[in-house]
């Protein structure tokens, strides 16, 4: 689990890089690309607003994206995911989503879900079943071969996914 600290918004995502001093701008473009920044932009103080010791005016999701802004900051080459966003809403959990896709472009992302939904865009992904690899492929593959990712997928998404002979896949 993150944490924030009680300190402004720009100083909780300036954090993300404690080797030198980051410039307003670059917490900005960091904050835009987590998806947070109108929310903090409508702010009556905006990046100055202080968040308090337990964030408590903070949603989840707000939360969430002022964390992955901090890991952007930093513009690091790998990115590792935990259950980014197992204790989401729906709608939070969308809008996070948007923000750690683009958050995992030109990346390498280790991202570690129990919600397949949010690595369907995926690679590649590994299944693990008793500590073991059970299975590997990006989602097509996977849906196509009806093993363990198909049957967890279908019963989380509640419903099942057509695969065709190109490995497109489609709702049935």
Known sequence: MFKLFDRTIA????????????????????????????FV???PTGYETRIG????????????????????????????????????DTH??????EALDRASEGRTCLIIAHRLATIKNADLICVIDK???A???????LMARKGIYARLY??????????DETG?????
């Open 53 to 88: 010791a337990r964030a408590s005016q903070l949603s989840g999701g707000q939360k969430q994206r002022i964390a992955i802004a901090r890991a952007l900051v930093r513009n690091p080459r790998v990115l590792l995911l935990d259950e980014a966003t197992s204790a989401l």
């Open 168 to 172: 497109e896949s489609g709702a049935a």
């Open 11 to 38: 100083e909780n995502i300036a954090y993300g890089d404690n080797t030198r001093v980051v410039a307003m701008d670059e917490i900005v473009k960091a904050a835009k690309e987590a998806n947070v920044h109108s």
């Open 41 to 43: 932009a409508a702010l």
């Open 92 to 97: 939070s959990e969308k809008v996070v989503q």
């Open 154 to 163: 279908e019963l989380q998404c509640g419903f099942i996914e057509e695969v």
């Open 135 to 141: 299975e590997m492929g990006n989602h097509a593959e």
């Open 131 to 133: 500590g073991v690899v």
